[in-house]
């Protein structure tokens, strides 16, 4: 299938201090992009999303950029917090496919306090 | 409102052994998929429904097979377990393809084969 290139695969950073998570796609037909947050024995969750009519998108402390013509996207994490500590999951719709998902393979955040 | 729901929790099989993996969700959706995951390989899609009486494969199909019985329950079954099926196991449901794409994601089965 298209690949979703996700970095950096493990990430470590002071409580308080930005965290930034990058993910390329190749599928141009992808319009739909989605982060989800996993903790541990849990399913994926999602914690914000953006749409390819949108460049950006804020949530409180989370927000996503999107940049299309790159085929690029970021989840940007401000002011964090030990119980942002989980693993993060990038994802990009499949195209004919009733908006399946094609996921990368996921970044490992760890907020020390 | 329990969401999507998945049985069993844990699951040890025999390789050649046969098992289905039961979803269930409550939110009236749609669309309903089967991923797989695997350490450091994310998720990876298995099969997918994107309406009552319509499935499709996805990007890992072989050596398994769904059912959407109806509009609430999408089963994944494996005929002759193998070991390179021993992974975790999560079904997702979302309202509608092009509406409402959120996907919303049962607690997962654990699937050892020996």
């Known amino acids: 299938g298209e690949n979703v290139e996700q970095h950096p695969s493990t990430l470590s950073v002071q409580e308080g201090d930005s965290a930034v998570i990058k993910c390329t796609y190749s599928?141009?037909?992808?319009?739909?992009f989605p982060w989800y947050k996993q903790e541990l024995g849990k399913g994926p969750q999602l914690i914000i999303d953006i749409r390819s009519n949108v460049g950006e998108k804020k949530d409180q402390r989370i927000a996503v950029t999107l940049n299309k013509t790159a085929k690029h996207f970021s989840l940007h994490i401000t002011e964090t917090q030990p119980e942002d500590s989980a693993v993060y999951f990038c994802a990009a719709s499949i195209k004919n496919s009733g908006y399946a998902l094609n996921f990368g393979k996921g970044t490992s955040l760890l907020v020390t306090p | 409102n329990a969401g999507v729901t998945q049985t069993p929790k844990f699951q040890v099989l025999k390789t050649g052994q046969s098992m289905t993996l039961q979803c269930a969700q409550d939110m009236n959706h749609n669309s309903m998929y089967w991923y797989r995951q695997d350490p450091g390989m994310g998720l990876r899609l298995i099969y997918y429904?994107?309406?009552?009486?319509?499935?499709d494969k996805g990007e890992v199909p072989n050596g398994y097979n769904v059912s959407r019985l109806n509009k609430r329950e999408f089963s994944l079954r494996l005929e002759s377990a193998a070991p390179s099926q021993t992974s975790v196991y999560f079904c997702?449901?979302?309202?509608?393809?092009?509406?409402?794409?959120?996907?919303?994601f049962g607690p997962g089965t654990r699937l050892l084969v020996l």
């Open positions: 429904s994107a309406s009552e009486g319509t499935t």
């Open positions: 997702a449901s979302s309202y509608s393809p092009g509406l409402q794409e959120t996907q919303y």
């Open positions: 599928d141009s037909a992808s319009n739909y």
